[in-house]
């Protein structure tokens, strides 16, 4: 299904290691509001979208999500290597590297590790689709935050770029959400359903 090629889909450069800075930006990895569970929920929602081209949508924007998982990954990778014990320390990165070493691992900036109630598939389109725009905006408030922190330029450059996809991302699931409620009001599902409604 996929194609992979073997580079970031945007480059992450960072020269001066940061176990602080990668104490945060962990959590739009393994956070409720991470990548990861933006992934698992776009490619899991497809499934029941009644729609082809917003499953599609879906597909491709889960897809997309897998490389900004691949990118914050590699931002805290270039953060935590060559630390020493004690830059380890001071940056407060000591109970994580006590678990994890300065392995990749799913948690959230306070230290939880990922949990899969972080994302929902109800299989109702609508839905679904208002908890993607919620999800957006909660991954782009995240990266606005990071970025408030960031002071190093390597840094401050790929998370820019991750909110810009956030942005994007939560454009198109709005225009998803007018197709599907298009297309099902045609069949009186959402403004009137027999089943429920008298």
Known sequence: MWNYEKR?????????????????????YG????????SLRYLSQRYSMPCKEV???LTDIGTEELSHLELVCAMVYQLTRNLTPAEIEEGGF??????HTTGIYPV???????NTVAFQSKGDPIT???EDMAAEQKARTGYDNLLRLAKDYDVADPLRF????????FQRFGEALRITTDKLDSNNFYAFNPAFDK
């Open 8 to 28: 970031l889909i945007y480059p992450v450069n960072i020269k001066q290691p940061d176990p602080k800075m990668a104490k945060l930006i962990i959590d739009a």
């Open 31 to 38: 956070g409720p509001d991470g990548e990861l569970g933006a």
């Open 55 to 57: 499953a599609g949508l």
């Open 94 to 99: 000591a109970p994580y590297y006590i678990d």
């Open 108 to 114: 959230d900036a306070s230290g939880v590790p990922y």
């Open 128 to 130: 679904d689709l208002f």
């Open 162 to 169: 991750l909110r810009q996809r956030e942005i994007v991302h």
